[in-house]
């Protein structure tokens, strides 16, 4: 076995900047071909156009942040509300408009830019490479969610047929949940709403938080952890699209649903949405479960992404979740409350089938015992716990194509087997990982001093 640690640090550093380089540039390609701009294209654009996220790009530089003392943050920080307040004081005397874009994040961009460019021209050695690695890890969050774009448009260009009345019958051995919190979310009405939007919404900034506490001594200890959040965030947005390919689902409210009763006169859904009314089944969510009878493929729009299984806002929330675990005890409810407002957004908004939310959450404990596993040069229990996640979740995808019908007729069974095969990849896990932390120092034993005999 070729163990990658063996590897000249320069030229794997070099190698592995290449491979995310030449990825990118494929992508860009391929999506140029369906009439878009690519992940490089629309990163670019924000050096001077409003950006789709300003605070995913405060965030990245809050992420790059972390290489540098206090001193230098305060100043890059001025620096990027400095030069936000400039573009929009430019925008506002020629009169520009923002589109859908925000009114601020150009300054945070323009100043991890600066910094990639202060490393090559006045910085050496680790510091240089410190540096640099900081400005890497802010560039890589934000093409991963420009990277998520692209994939979510091939996808509706890609794969004109969905399963969504597989992965919908199945769901019935769960009691079709999406339909359940759908119908809760909707009485809620729009207080209920507008929370469950902004934490579906920010779960990259919430990412972000919880990667600042893990990297908070990177600037003392001038180096970063083995591992943390972020790359598991960014190895789940890399991998995961590839099943939206092979598992094309678009979703109940756009499968089973005018896609718009929930979100009547909120601007923001309601042109999208309505798209999908003329391909959907039925007007049935969220008041009336979908119907019991034979699934097959049906056609759909080329607009709505066919991203649902497994649920990567599922997934993300999970990672979320796990990594606050060793944080104080305010991280850990912020992520308790990220993980069950997200599944609460995901079903209630109509997003995702109960099964892809199972999917989701096999699917991150294997990525993150993988990359923790790899750390451990791929001992045998790491080995182990990826393959019991790999097989579970196999066995998911191919119980949903192949047994939807069997799964819906036998609800009491199909349903805690599908909840038991996520608990044994929950279970392992835990089992596994507390194995490897290392234990506490055992305290010295004291002697115990005989009475004397007087």
């Known amino acids: 076995m070729i163990h990658i640690r063996h590897q000249p640090p320069a030229r794997l550093r070099v190698l592995t900047a290449v491979a995310v380089l030449g990825f990118l540039t494929a992508l860009e390609l391929v999506v140029r071909h369906y009439g878009m701009p690519g992940p490089i294209t629309t990163q670019a654009r924000e050096v001077l156009r409003p950006p789709k996220s300003g605070g995913l790009l405060y965030a990245s530089m809050a992420l790059m942040m972390v290489v540098l003392p206090w001193r230098q943050r305060f100043l890059a920080l001025g620096a990027a509300i400095g030069i936000d307040l400039v573009f929009g ?239 104080p005890r305010a991280l850990r409810w912020a992520g308790t409350f990220w993980l069950i407002a997200t599944l609460t957004a995901t079903l209630g908004f109509g997003y995702h089938y109960g099964v892809d939310l199972v999917a989701g959450v096999v699917f991150t404990l294997t990525i993150e015992g993988a990359l923790r596993a790899h750390q451990r040069n791929w001992d045998r229990s790491g080995i182990q716990l990826v393959a019991h996640g790999s097989a579970v979740f196999a066995t998911l995808l191919l119980s949903y194509y192949w047994l939807p019908v069997q799964m819906a007729a036998h609800p009491w069974l199909a349903g805690p087997l599908l909840l038991l095969a996520m608990s044994s990849v929950v279970h392992d896990y835990i089992r596994t990982t507390t194995a490897w932390e290392p234990g506490p120092a055992a305290a010295p034993r004291r002697s115990v001093r005989q009475p004397e005999l007087i």
């Not at 499968?255 to 859904?269: D, F, N, V």
């Not at 991203?307 to 796990?322: E, G, R, Y």
């Open 89 to 327: 004081l430019v925008r506002w005397a020629a009169g520009m408009g923002l589109g859908e874009g925000h009114p601020f994040g150009n300054g945070a961009l323009w100043v991890i830019l600066g910094c990639g460019v202060l490393a090559l021209t006045h910085r050496t050695g680790p510091e240089r490479l410190l540096l640099l690695k900081g400005v890497g890890l802010a560039l890589i969050l934000m093409a991963g969610r420009k990277t998520g774009d692209a994939w979510l448009y091939l996808t509706a260009k890609t794969r004109p047929m969905v399963l969504d009345q597989y992965v919908a019958t199945a769901d019935h051995a769960l009691g079709n949940p999406s339909w359940l919190v759908g119908r809760v979310v909707t009485a809620s009405g729009s207080i209920g709403f507008n929370v469950l939007e902004f934490v579906y919404g920010q779960l990259p900034v919430a990412a972000v938080l919880v990667a600042l506490y893990q990297l908070r001594n990177v600037a003392t200890e001038r180096s970063f952890p083995r591992h943390h959040l972020v790359r598991t965030f960014l190895t789940i947005g890399l991998i995961g699209p590839a099943f939206y390919l092979i598992f094309p689902v678009v979703g109940p409210v756009f499968a089973y649903g005018t896609g718009a009763e929930h979100w009547e006169g909120i601007s923001l859904w309601a042109p999208h949405m309505q798209t999908s009314t003329p391909w959907a089944v039925a007007d049935l969510w969220p008041d009336t479960p979908s119907p019991l009878s034979p699934p097959q493929l049906m056609p759909f729009d080329g607009i709505t992404p066919r991203n649902c299984m497994p649920s990567l806002h599922t997934a993300w929330a999970t990672a979320i979740f796990i990594h606050s675990r060793n944080g």
